[in-house]
């Protein structure tokens, strides 16, 4: 339902995430995939997505360098709703192919294979440019949901709790999107059921596990580099679960070799960049601002501005991780705070010790240290942001969404459960309910304002 009642384009960075997968697309079916300048090739009769001015078959031409063209769902009004309708799945026949100036997404291309296999399957089944836009999105969610179930198959614990977190309207809206936060979603779940699997479970580590690993690691590593931080997980795993020190080693090297190496063929010049810079310039502020260097020489400065930002955004963090504000982040599409405080509530109950539940969670040093990889991750994450998008003027971190935060929130709220808090009745089911039908009211909430706002 949020496939369709968030337009497609709708979500942070659509259109970029589009034309990534657009450009994979190209590629699986053996045309060029861009120009000499980068420039990804689209079908003329897609074009009009990208500037709805357009109706399907006119060509984009130089519209995108004279003016600023108007994406289809960039800003969700009853035009947008009134143009699907109006346009339709089917295309026109004509497969005559122009180039977009609207950037891709450098990263590793398997985090649009699922979007790029509906592009292909649409433009074989001769769909417009809205049916791929439709097939794409659905094939993010399909990928997503399975990966998902995969996820909480495995868990040893804490089922209920990643259920509840693929439940929230930022992860629903995420999964039905073109972005790429749903592969990294959905592959954070997979990689901590794995690892909480082979330490708590009753079996050895095969090298089919160590195999899955080192493949989730392979994609999601690339695409957001402060995830690397979950590869501390697997420390969790005892020893003795790979028969002897020998192939525990092994098994390490092999997982961080095949991260190491994807970083390396994908990322290695923006690590060079970001590591040897003396001077940075943010473009957005027209200003310069922090580089690494800075950092290593001011780490009090640095905390301290990390600090002010948790004190100043640590609301906003909070709210647009739980769905607070949908589609591009549109102050509009708001979730009403009473409802998120309720979902808030209902994670934490999920996350704790009930009658008849389940009897093995982290402790101890194993809680503390996936504690420690949350704070670290999320710090990454400040860290990142600091260096790429602040400028040297401003007192906190710049550009930090709540959703970066949404792999490593299961594992967070696992680490949660004790033996202090514990529930006097299991309302698991019910509170499961709760969130399906508060995603109900959001949906219905979101169409009735979409509907009316011109």
Same mark, same amino acid.
């Given at each position: 339902?949020?496939?369709?009642?968030? *337009?497609?384009?709708?979500?942070?960075?659509?259109?970029?995430?589009?034309?990534?997968?657009?450009?994979?697309?190209?590629?699986?079916?053996?045309?060029?995939?861009?120009?000499?300048?980068?420039?990804?090739?689209?079908?003329?009769?897609?074009?009009?997505? =990208?500037?709805?001015?357009? *109706?399907?078959?006119?060509?984009?031409?130089?519209?995108?360098?004279?003016?600023?063209?108007?994406?289809?769902?960039?800003?969700?009004?009853?035009?947008?709703?009134?143009?699907?309708?109006?346009?339709?799945?089917?295309?026109?026949?004509?497969?005559?192919?122009?180039?977009?100036?609207?950037?891709?997404?450098?990263?590793?291309?398997?985090?649009?294979?699922?979007?790029?296999?509906?592009?292909?399957?649409?433009?074989?089944?001769?769909?417009?440019?809205?049916?791929?836009?439709? &097939?794409?999105?659905?094939?993010?969610?399909?990928?997503?949901?399975?990966?998902?179930?995969?996820?909480?198959?495995?868990?040893?614990?804490?089922?209920?709790?990643?259920?509840?977190?693929?439940?929230?309207?930022?992860?629903?809206? &995420?999964?039905?999107?073109?972005?790429?936060?749903?592969?990294? /979603?959905?592959?954070?779940?997979?990689?901590?059921?794995?690892?909480?699997? &082979?330490?708590?479970?009753?079996?050895?580590?095969?090298?089919?596990?160590?195999?899955?690993? *080192?493949?989730?690691?392979?994609?999601?590593?690339?695409?957001?580099?402060?995830?690397?931080?979950?590869?501390?997980?697997?420390?969790?795993?005892?020893?003795?679960?790979?028969?002897?020190?020998?192939?525990?080693?092994?098994?390490?090297?092999?997982?961080?070799?095949?991260?190491?190496?994807?970083?390396?063929?994908?990322?290695?010049?923006?690590?060079?960049?970001? *590591?040897?810079?003396?001077?940075?310039?943010?473009?957005? !502020?027209?200003?310069?601002?922090?580089?690494?260097? %800075?950092?290593?020489?001011?780490?009090?400065?640095?905390?301290?501005?990390?600090?002010?930002?948790? =004190?100043?955004?640590?609301?906003?963090?909070?709210?647009?991780?739980?769905?607070?504000?949908?589609?591009?982040?549109?102050?509009? =599409?708001?979730?009403?705070? /009473? /409802?998120?405080?309720?979902?808030?509530?209902?994670?934490?109950?999920?996350?704790?010790?009930?009658?008849?539940?389940?009897?093995?969670?982290?402790?101890?040093?194993?809680?503390?240290?996936?504690?420690?990889?949350?704070?670290?991750?999320?710090?990454?994450?400040?860290?990142?942001?600091?260096?790429? %998008?602040?400028? !040297?003027?401003?007192?906190?971190?710049?550009?930090?969404?709540?959703?970066? #935060? =949404?792999?490593?929130?299961?594992? #967070?709220?696992?680490?949660?459960?004790?033996?202090?808090?514990? &529930?006097?009745?299991?309302?698991?089911?019910?509170?499961?309910?709760?969130?399906?039908?508060?995603?109900?009211?959001? /949906?219905?909430?979101? #169409?009735?304002?979409?509907?009316?706002?011109?």
């Amino acid at each position: 339902m949020y496939l369709a009642v968030l *337009a497609p384009l709708s979500a942070p960075d659509e259109v970029s995430h589009f034309i990534t997968a657009y450009r994979l697309a190209n590629t699986i079916m053996g045309q060029p995939a861009a120009d000499e300048n980068g420039h990804v090739y689209i079908r003329t009769q897609d074009a009009f997505v =990208l500037d709805t001015d357009l *109706a399907p078959g006119e060509s984009l031409a130089a519209q995108e360098e004279s003016k600023d063209t108007q994406v289809l769902g960039q800003t969700l009004t009853e035009h947008t709703y009134r143009k699907i309708h109006d346009t339709g799945l089917w295309g026109t026949g004509e497969e005559e192919m122009e180039t977009t100036v609207k950037p891709p997404v450098e990263t590793t291309p398997l985090a649009y294979l699922p979007q790029a296999l509906g592009i292909v399957l649409g433009r074989l089944l001769g769909f417009g440019g809205l049916g791929l836009l439709y &097939l794409g999105r659905f094939g993010n969610l399909l990928f997503f949901t399975a990966a998902s179930w995969y996820a909480m198959k495995r868990l040893p614990f804490g089922k209920e709790v990643l259920f509840g977190v693929a439940l929230l309207p930022m992860t629903l809206h &995420l999964a039905a999107s073109f972005s790429y936060d749903a592969i990294i /979603l959905c592959l954070s779940f997979v990689f901590t059921a794995v690892t909480l699997q &082979l330490t708590y479970g009753a079996g050895d580590v095969r090298k089919r596990d160590v195999a899955l690993m *080192a493949a989730v690691m392979g994609v999601l590593g690339p695409c957001k580099m402060i995830y690397g931080v979950l590869l501390g997980l697997c420390l969790l795993v005892p020893v003795k679960k790979f028969g002897n020190r020998r192939n525990w080693v092994l098994s390490a090297a092999a997982v961080l070799g095949v991260y190491a190496a994807a970083m390396i063929l994908v990322n290695s010049q923006t690590i060079v960049q970001y *590591a040897a810079e003396t001077e940075s310039f943010v473009g957005w !502020a027209g200003e310069s601002g922090y580089t690494f260097e %800075w950092v290593v020489h001011n780490p009090i400065k640095t905390l301290r501005i990390f600090y002010n930002t948790l =004190l100043e955004k640590g609301d906003y963090y909070h709210l647009t991780m739980m769905g607070n504000w949908l589609g591009n982040l549109d102050q509009v =599409l708001d979730v009403p705070y /009473l /409802l998120i405080l309720a979902m808030t509530f209902v994670l934490f109950f999920l996350a704790m010790k009930k009658p008849g539940g389940e009897t093995v969670y982290l402790t101890g040093s194993r809680r503390a240290w996936t504690l420690f990889l949350c704070a670290a991750c999320a710090g990454a994450a400040m860290l990142s942001m600091f260096i790429a %998008w602040t400028p !040297a003027s401003s007192k906190i971190v710049m550009g930090v969404q709540g959703r970066y #935060f =949404l792999p490593i929130l299961p594992v #967070f709220l696992m680490a949660l459960k004790n033996n202090w808090i514990v &529930l006097t009745k299991n309302r698991d089911r019910e509170l499961l309910y709760f969130l399906v039908c508060v995603n109900g009211y959001v /949906l219905l909430r979101l #169409f009735s304002i979409v509907s009316i706002r011109i």
